[in-house]
């Protein structure tokens, strides 16, 4: 008995310091990159959509294994109120596959509306197996479109086994004026559900909220003023960046146009007034060091393993 007690000691000491560094892992596993954006940003757009089916578990899991910083994705709203991802409000003829094993024409792909679909009747659509005509080296697998919350929660469970900080989430609300209330709701609701789950997932340190429709942008600064922003701008909008950033009235933590736009001068406005310039979408890895070295902060690919070379 003498000698027994002092082994079990030991082995009770051992296991209590072994803990204790196995807490301290994990409290490290789930820090943000940076609470205020000091890197570069490399983003995975829906994932990794070059490599898998866009903006699905898999393609979040798998860009996971490469150096991104943050997972890029889209989000609608169902029919039962479920905010799910997907980058259209309907299912898209070049990724969807019915449950009757056909494919959807681009003429009829907007009656299939998922705001009009229970979440339920969404997993019905395959999105993973049809061929993609744009993204050749795309893995196909059966998969279907998932809640955010679950996305939430598979990340988190992902991140158990790897010693690398949490990623940001940079989530696009899929609203437009024009269809309010037919393919999603007006911007105050969209933004209420989006919260929610934000919320109830403890999110709000790692998402910033980006949008082409500043509605809903500004109603998140007026009712969640925390959140990052980011603003969406395409070639085609011709106005200055000075009148876009009057037309929004408020100052955004990112400024997000279509890379074509990038210019020094731009970097240099946006920089002037402490918005991070995060440009989309490089496919090109010359392309990619070229933004870089001219002072963006950050790069959105549909193939993040490009940040490995």
Not at 15 to 32: D, G, I, Q, R
Not at 51 to 57: C, D, K, S, Y
Not at 273 to 285: A, E, L, R, S, Y
Request: aromatic share 10%; proline share 6%.
């Amino acid at each position: 008995m003498k000698n027994i007690l002092p082994i079990t000691l030991f082995f009770f000491l051992l296991s209590c310091l072994s803990s204790k560094k196995n807490t301290s892992m994990s409290k490290e596993a789930v820090k943000s990159p940076s609470g205020d954006f000091g890197f570069f940003d490399k983003q995975g757009h829906r994932g990794c959509r070059g490599l898998m089916p866009e903006n699905t578990i898999p393609a979040m899991i798998n860009a996971l294994g490469m150096p991104i910083t943050t997972l890029e994705m889209d989000v609608v709203i169902t029919k039962d109120k479920k905010v799910i991802l997907s980058h259209e409000p309907f299912f898209n003829h070049e990724i969807t596959t019915t449950a009757n094993g056909s494919f959807i024409n681009e003429e009829e792909e907007k009656d299939f509306n998922i705001y009009k679909m229970t979440f339920a009747e969404t997993k019905k659509f395959d999105v993973g197996l049809r061929p993609h005509p744009r993204f050749p080296q795309q893995q196909k697998i059966a998969v279907t479109k998932p809640l955010l919350s679950e996305v939430f929660v598979a990340i988190k469970e992902a991140m158990m086994t790897r010693r690398r900080p949490m990623p940001l989430y940079n989530i696009e609300t899929k609203t437009m004026p024009a269809t309010d209330n037919i393919y999603h709701p007006a911007p105050a609701e969209f933004i209420k559900l989006l919260m929610k789950v934000i919320k109830d997932n403890g999110m709000e340190e790692f998402v910033v909220i980006q949008s082409f429709d500043f509605r809903t942008l500004q109603y998140l600064n007026k009712n969640h003023p925390t959140i990052k922003t980011a603003m969406l701008v395409e070639g085609t909008n011709k106005n200055s960046f000075k009148k876009q950033l009057k037309d929004i009235g408020f100052t955004p933590t990112i400024y997000s146009p279509e890379h074509i736009l990038v210019t020094q001068n731009l970097i240099e406005e946006c920089h002037q007034q402490n918005i991070k310039i995060i440009p989309w979408t490089v496919n090109d890895k010359k392309e990619i060091d070229r933004l870089k070295a001219l002072g963006v902060d950050g790069i959105i690919t549909d193939y993040p393993n490009l940040f490995n070379e």
